[in-house]
């Protein structure tokens, strides 16, 4: 695999004699490195990094503070492999390895977006986050998304000491974060109770983009003695936000040159309503602002969610400990968008509980339940994103839908149009003549059992075998069938498992490899975790017998007592993708990555993440918005563009076929660092590099290889509070990024990255 000596580097250019950690101290709390932090609650109670038998990264609270992580893609700082996709500007899942990853917390699995395209996060809850590549462990229970996952680690409430913190953050285009985190302890070592508010009022760069939201978090931490400790986290968010398409018609010159080629299509029945299969006269083509983004000040995106997380956990003996985790979440969402899109989640609630028995930290049982109740309406069938010219009149990217199209749909309220949960034959001719999404009313329930167990083979050499196995119970009906028909319902059951395999030797106390294969079943679902019924009125046996399968090879370093950590991992692992209609791709996979972690006694630190991955489907058909830009275009501009005039968009279906994987980049690096200057002054950057890879399909259009620099100055004005001031993108560089994972809107749109700017911090503890 070309590029991968590149992992070796750290490790062979560091000197391994023993040195004294020193800590590092900024903005008033101690600096914690991915290898220092220890993973807890995912493969056992806890352990260091350098003892998982899997490719993993922490990010502590001042890691992300240091690095100004704010959001789900700025793991890639940290995690090799973990480039995402601009998730419509507001990502609401993690991707890894080329595909989008699970989101947990607290190692239970949260609601999340379908295909990435969510509700965005807020941090205001989270202490630190847990990055694993490939499936998670049996522990956690089969997922839809297999390439990797994230597990938010929720703050807890301290029962030691008062403490408390102001942070305001000032950003360029009137971007205001302000949180409020309070701990108080009601009896030392027994009772504490901790609070944490977030307020964010943000514009942008981009047109007609805002964000508007508040968090509040309220923990507990009940620990009545030694053995006993119960942590419960409640969390209430309200957000507003804009769903961000970025800039539709990506040639090369548009990726080049910011070169936008002009005119609004105009359907095959002579309107200039955005509508499939349009073709575009092209009037010239212009330098476009990078703002200009396909965005409508009209839209509505709203959504409220609750979430609740309860961890109590006893120790019974020397031997014996019981852990018992239980997760809710309610979710309402309302998405209407002006180009026809509507995502509306009128309830999603979400009930798990794990009971786990831990027996001499070797072997692990449990047992989960796990209930999903959604209720939600979509229509995303009669989007029509390239007809649209950006550079004309808001109207210019509007979609009202016409009587024909409102014949095929069902009216949810006055003059709002979805999807009904299945199709029907209005005239006996045997094809159903609706036009279907996501719309559903579903109940699954999936009951776990579990079992780990760690084998000491010899004093140096250990396997840990895992299996698991769900029985998911699930009953799908349509909530809005049309007019004159019975109300479609369907259920399904099965039986989906899962089994892991490592072994691990310990090369020397310093050096660990291991070997590990993993192999599950996993399920597809649409927004909110629902299940769907296909145009057959039926619950498709192909969402619950997805085949999952990694082969991990990797070595990690650890010397005793010394200032570095470093880790390299092979891997070779096949996944399905889930494309917009619903139907799964396979995707092969295999690659390299490595990370390095460093402080030396001068206040001086440094983090390395590097990558190749080599993604291709499996034999298997890929799905595009349209089958390449140019299908746009008619051919009376030659100087500006040859088009085919075939129209766009053309929903092009490519027959199967081992082709790249599009919209991922082959070769991944980034660099993390900070300087304790003075006991006044740091400083601090990051840095981050993609090699070249193609938007689309076909190849026909390429990203370049693109870099990004990010340099931060922190002054300590007194024990309590500092000032730090972030500039972002250093360099001013214009890259870009897909909009959606999977690479759907390849042909059709490309995600512009913010130019230079700069944001104050101001934080206070007391």
Same mark, same amino acid.
């Given at each position: 695999?070309?590029?991968?000596?590149?992992?070796?580097?750290?490790?062979?250019?560091?000197?391994?004699?023993?040195?004294?950690?020193?800590?590092?101290?900024?903005?008033?709390?101690?600096?914690?490195?991915?290898?220092?932090?220890?993973?807890?609650?995912?493969?056992?109670?806890?352990?260091?990094?350098?003892?998982?038998?899997?490719?993993?990264?922490?990010?502590?609270?001042?890691?992300?503070?240091?690095?100004?992580?704010?959001?789900?893609?700025?793991?890639?700082?940290?995690?090799?492999?973990?480039?995402?996709?601009?998730?419509?500007?507001?990502?609401?899942?993690?991707?890894?390895?080329?595909?989008?990853?699970?989101?947990?917390?607290?190692?239970?699995?949260?609601?999340?977006?379908?295909?990435?395209?969510?509700?965005?996060?807020?941090?205001?809850?989270?202490?630190?986050?847990?990055?694993?590549?490939?499936?998670?462990?049996?522990?956690?229970?089969?997922?839809?998304?297999?390439?990797?996952?994230?597990?938010?680690?929720?703050?807890?409430?301290?029962?030691?000491?008062?403490?408390?913190?102001?942070?305001?953050?000032?950003?360029?285009?009137?971007?205001?974060?302000?949180?409020?985190?309070?701990?108080?302890?009601?009896?030392?070592?027994?009772?504490?109770?901790?609070?944490?508010?977030?307020?964010?009022?943000?514009?942008?760069?981009?047109?007609?983009?805002?964000?508007?939201?508040?968090?509040?978090?309220?923990?507990?931490?009940?620990?009545?003695?030694?053995?006993?400790?119960?942590?419960?986290?409640?969390?209430?968010?309200?957000?507003?936000?804009?769903?961000?398409?970025?800039?539709?018609?990506?040639?090369?010159?548009?990726?080049?040159?910011?070169?936008?080629?002009?005119?609004?299509?105009?359907?095959?029945?002579?309107?200039?309503?955005?509508?499939?299969?349009?073709?575009?006269?092209?009037?010239?083509?212009?330098?476009?602002?990078?703002?200009?983004?396909?965005?409508?000040?009209?839209?509505?995106?709203?959504?409220?969610?609750?979430?609740?997380?309860?961890?109590?956990?006893?120790?019974?003996?020397?031997?014996?400990?019981?852990?018992?985790?239980?997760?809710?979440?309610?979710?309402?969402?309302?998405?209407?968008?002006?180009?026809?899109?509507?995502?509306?989640?009128?309830?999603?609630?979400?009930?798990?509980?794990?009971?786990?028995?831990?027996?001499?930290?070797?072997?692990?049982?449990?047992?989960?339940?796990?209930?999903?109740?959604?209720?939600?309406?979509?229509?995303?069938?009669?989007?029509?994103?390239?007809?649209?010219?950006?550079?004309?009149?808001?109207?210019?990217?509007?979609?009202?839908?016409?009587?024909?199209?409102?014949?095929?749909?069902?009216?949810?309220?006055?003059?709002?149009?979805?999807?009904?949960?299945?199709?029907?034959?209005?005239?006996?001719?045997?094809?159903?003549?609706?036009?279907?999404?996501?719309?559903?009313?579903?109940?699954?329930?999936?009951?776990?059992?579990?079992?780990?167990?760690?084998?000491?083979?010899?004093?140096?050499?250990?396997?840990?075998?895992?299996?698991?196995?769900?029985? $998911? +119970?699930?009953? @799908?009906?349509?909530?809005?069938?049309?007019?004159?028909? #019975?109300?479609?319902? %369907? /259920?399904?059951? !099965?039986?989906?498992?899962?089994?892991?395999?490592?072994?691990?030797?310990?090369?020397?106390?310093?050096?660990?490899?291991?070997?590990?294969?993993?192999?599950?079943?996993?399920?597809?679902?649409?927004?909110?975790?629902?299940?769907?019924?296909?145009?057959?009125?039926?619950?498709?046996?192909?969402?619950?017998?997805?085949?999952?399968?990694?082969?991990?090879?990797?070595?990690?370093?650890?010397?005793?007592?010394?200032?570095?950590?470093?880790?390299?991992?092979?891997?070779?692992?096949?996944?399905?993708?889930?494309?917009?209609?619903?139907?799964?791709?396979?995707?092969?996979?295999?690659?390299?990555?490595?990370?390095?972690?460093?402080?030396?006694?001068?206040?001086?630190?440094?983090?390395?993440?590097?990558?190749?991955?080599?993604?291709? $489907? +499996?034999?298997? @058909?890929?799905?595009?918005?349209?089958?390449?830009?140019? #299908?746009?275009?008619? %051919? /009376?501009?030659? !100087?500006?563009?040859?088009?085919?005039?075939?129209?766009?968009?053309?929903?092009?279906?490519?027959?199967?076929?081992?082709?790249?994987?599009?919209?991922?980049?082959?070769?991944?690096?980034?660099?993390?660092?900070?300087?304790?200057?003075?006991?006044?002054?740091?400083?601090?950057?990051?840095?981050?590099?993609?090699?070249?890879?193609?938007?689309?399909?076909?190849?026909?259009?390429?990203?370049?290889?693109?870099?990004?620099?990010?340099?931060?100055?922190?002054?300590?004005?007194?024990?309590?509070?500092?000032?730090?001031?972030?500039?972002?993108?250093?360099?001013?560089?214009?890259?870009?990024?897909?909009?959606?994972?999977?690479?759907?809107?390849?042909?059709?749109?490309?995600?512009?990255?913010?130019?230079?700017?700069?944001?104050?911090?101001? +934080?206070?503890?007391?």
């Amino acid at each position: 695999m070309k590029y991968a000596w590149l992992m070796l580097c750290p490790v062979a250019a560091l000197a391994q004699e023993p040195i004294e950690v020193i800590e590092v101290i900024g903005k008033g709390e101690t600096l914690v490195l991915p290898s220092e932090e220890p993973v807890e609650g995912l493969f056992g109670l806890s352990d260091a990094l350098q003892e998982i038998p899997r490719s993993a990264t922490m990010i502590s609270r001042s890691l992300m503070d240091q690095a100004a992580i704010n959001d789900l893609h700025d793991i890639a700082r940290f995690a090799p492999n973990s480039f995402a996709a601009a998730g419509f500007g507001n990502p609401s899942l993690p991707s890894m390895r080329g595909q989008l990853g699970e989101l947990f917390e607290a190692g239970m699995r949260r609601q999340a977006g379908n295909n990435g395209l969510g509700v965005p996060m807020s941090f205001n809850s989270i202490e630190g986050i847990a990055v694993v590549k490939g499936a998670p462990p049996v522990m956690l229970g089969t997922t839809q998304r297999v390439g990797g996952f994230v597990n938010l680690l929720p703050k807890k409430a301290m029962t030691d000491d008062e403490r408390s913190r102001v942070r305001g953050e000032w950003g360029q285009w009137s971007q205001y974060r302000l949180q409020l985190d309070h701990n108080a302890v009601l009896k030392r070592d027994k009772h504490a109770l901790r609070v944490s508010a977030e307020f964010v009022d943000q514009d942008s760069f981009y047109d007609f983009t805002s964000t508007r939201s508040d968090d509040v978090f309220v923990a507990y931490r009940y620990s009545p003695n030694s053995r006993t400790e119960w942590d419960i986290g409640l969390e209430y968010y309200d957000v507003e936000w804009t769903d961000n398409a970025g800039i539709n018609r990506p040639t090369q010159a548009l990726i080049d040159d910011n070169l936008y080629i002009t005119g609004q299509g105009v359907q095959p029945n002579g309107s200039t309503v955005p509508g499939a299969f349009a073709v575009v006269s092209p009037t010239g083509q212009v330098e476009i602002d990078r703002s200009r983004v396909l965005t409508d000040p009209a839209d509505i995106n709203t959504a409220k969610t609750t979430l609740l997380h309860s961890t109590f956990q006893q120790q019974w003996s020397d031997t014996l400990t019981f852990v018992n985790r239980t997760y809710y979440q309610y979710l309402e969402r309302e998405g209407i968008n002006q180009n026809s899109f509507v995502e509306i989640i009128d309830g999603a609630h979400t009930f798990e509980n794990r009971a786990e028995l831990h027996i001499n930290d070797h072997t692990i049982l449990g047992i989960n339940v796990r209930v999903n109740d959604v209720l939600g309406y979509s229509q995303f069938s009669t989007e029509a994103d390239l007809p649209s010219d950006l550079t004309g009149p808001i109207a210019n990217r509007r979609i009202p839908l016409t009587a024909a199209q409102q014949a095929q749909l069902v009216q949810l309220r006055p003059g709002l149009f979805v999807s009904p949960g299945t199709n029907y034959d209005n005239d006996g001719d045997g094809i159903g003549d609706y036009i279907l999404s996501d719309t559903t009313d579903s109940l699954s329930q999936q009951w776990g059992l579990f079992g780990q167990h760690e084998l000491a083979l010899t004093d140096r050499w250990q396997l840990t075998a895992g299996a698991r196995i769900d029985y $998911y +119970d699930v009953i @799908a009906k349509d909530p809005l069938p049309p007019a004159g028909f #019975d109300a479609a319902e %369907d /259920s399904y059951s !099965d039986w989906l498992s899962a089994v892991s395999l490592s072994s691990q030797y310990q090369l020397s106390s310093a050096v660990m490899v291991y070997a590990s294969a993993y192999e599950s079943d996993s399920t597809s679902n649409s927004m909110a975790g629902g299940t769907v019924l296909n145009a057959n009125q039926v619950i498709d046996s192909q969402n619950f017998a997805t085949e999952n399968t990694l082969y991990e090879l990797g070595i990690k370093i650890a010397p005793v007592n010394s200032r570095w950590y470093a880790d390299v991992v092979m891997f070779d692992q096949t996944r399905s993708l889930r494309n917009r209609d619903g139907s799964n791709s396979g995707i092969a996979t295999q690659g390299v990555e490595a990370q390095w972690n460093y402080r030396n006694e001068h206040g001086f630190w440094m983090t390395l993440a590097a990558s190749y991955l080599d993604a291709h $489907y +499996d034999n298997s @058909a890929a799905f595009q918005d349209t089958r390449q830009i140019a #299908d746009l275009f008619d %051919d /009376s501009r030659p !100087d500006i563009i040859e088009g085919t005039g075939i129209g766009a968009p053309n929903f092009a279906a490519f027959p199967a076929s081992n082709q790249r994987l599009q919209g991922v980049p082959e070769v991944q690096a980034s660099a993390v660092a900070g300087w304790q200057v003075t006991p006044q002054w740091s400083v601090g950057g990051d840095a981050n590099y993609t090699e070249s890879y193609p938007l689309d399909y076909l190849q026909t259009v390429m990203i370049r290889d693109q870099y990004m620099l990010n340099l931060n100055a922190t002054y300590q004005m007194t024990a309590q509070l500092s000032a730090r001031v972030d500039v972002f993108n250093v360099t001013d560089e214009e890259n870009w990024s897909p909009v959606f994972e999977g690479g759907y809107f390849g042909s059709t749109l490309a995600f512009p990255s913010l130019p230079r700017h700069a944001q104050l911090t101001v +934080d206070y503890r007391f």
